[in-house]
C-alpha cells in the first residue's frame, strides 16, 4: 500500500531551527508537496520538490532524496505564527496525491 | 485570501437533515476537489471535478453527493449522514486538469458536526 509517515508533533523554541522529516512509500514519484495548515484554516502551498537537492524560500526550505524516499522541511528563525500542522503529500505515478497526517509544530518563546 | 470561498464555516445537523456545501473559486482553476479532513487523519480525497465532468469517486458513500454546475462552483449534498461523517471537509482547485502537477489552493473547510 502508499503510505506517507511524518511525526504527529513537535516542539520548538522561538528564533530555533526545526526540520520536519516525511518518508514515503508510493506507486510511483511525481513531485513532493508541504503545506502549512493553522488551526481552523485552509492548508496554504509552501513548496513543491520534484528533483533530488534543497530548494530554498527565504526561512523556509524543503529537501527531497528521491532514492531514499524520503523529504524535510527546514524553518529557521522561528516565529510564533509558524505555530501549525505541516502537511506532506506526494504525487504518485497516477497524479493522485498522497497525504501525510500531518505534524502539528508548536513553538515556544 | 487563496481564492477559494466555502460555505457555510460550520454547520450541525441531525441524522435525518439534509444540506449542502457550497465552494466557490475565484481563480479561474479547471478542477476542482472534495476532501475529508479527521483529526490526526491525513487528507481524504472523496471526489474529483474537471471541467465540470466529475473524474474520480473514491468509494464515498452515497449519502455524500457532489454537484459541479460550472467550473467556478462545487456542492457537497449531505444526506441521512452517521455521526463518524462528523469532520472537516475541505474545497480545493487547481489550474489544470485534474491529473497533473498543478497546486491545489484550498478553501477554509465547512466543520460539519452530525448529531
Known amino acids: 500500500g502508499q503510505n506517507i509517515d511524518q511525526p504527529t508533533e513537535m516542539t520548538a523554541t522561538e528564533g530555533a531551527i526545526v526540520q520536519i522529516n516525511c518518508t514515503y512509500q508510493?506507486?510511483?514519484?511525481?513531485?513532493l508537496f508541504w503545506y502549512q495548515q493553522h488551526a481552523g484554516e485552509a492548508p496554504t502551498f509552501l513548496s513543491y520538490?520534484?528533483l533530488d537537492g534543497l530548494e530554498e524560500k527565504g526561512r523556509f526550505s524543503s529537501f527531497l532524496s528521491r532514492s531514499k524516499g524520503y523529504s524535510y522541511l527546514l524553518l529557521k528563525e522561528l516565529q510564533m505564527k509558524d505555530s501549525a500542522s505541516y502537511l506532506c503529500?506526494?504525487?504518485?505515478?497516477?497524479?493522485?496525491?498522497?497525504w501525510g497526517a500531518g505534524t502539528k509544530l508548536i513553538i515556544k518563546p | 485570501e487563496t481564492g477559494v470561498t466555502q460555505t457555510p464555516r460550520h454547520l450541525v445537523m441531525g441524522m435525518t437533515n439534509k444540506k449542502s456545501l457550497k465552494c466557490e473559486q475565484h481563480?479561474?482553476?479547471?478542477?476542482m476537489y472534495w476532501y475529508k479532513q479527521s483529526a490526526k487523519k491525513p487528507l481524504e480525497l472523496m471526489f474529483v471535478?474537471?471541467?465540470?465532468?466529475?473524474?474520480e469517486n473514491n468509494s464515498v458513500p452515497s449519502r455524500f453527493s457532489p454537484e459541479c454546475p460550472n467550473s467556478s462552483h462545487l456542492f457537497l449534498h449531505l444526506h441521512t449522514l452517521q455521526p463518524e461523517d462528523s469532520a472537516l471537509y475541505l474545497c480545493?482547485?487547481?489550474?489544470?486538469?485534474?491529473?497533473?502537477?498543478?497546486?491545489?489552493?484550498f478553501g477554509p473547510g465547512t466543520r460539519l458536526t452530525v448529531l
Open positions: 481563480l479561474g482553476h479547471n478542477a
Open positions: 471535478y474537471s471541467l465540470e465532468e466529475r473524474v
Open positions: 508510493t506507486s510511483g514519484f511525481n513531485g
Open positions: 520538490n520534484v
Open positions: 480545493a482547485s487547481s489550474q489544470a486538469l485534474a491529473g497533473g502537477t498543478d497546486t491545489q489552493y
Open positions: 503529500a506526494v504525487l504518485d505515478s497516477n497524479y493522485q496525491l498522497i
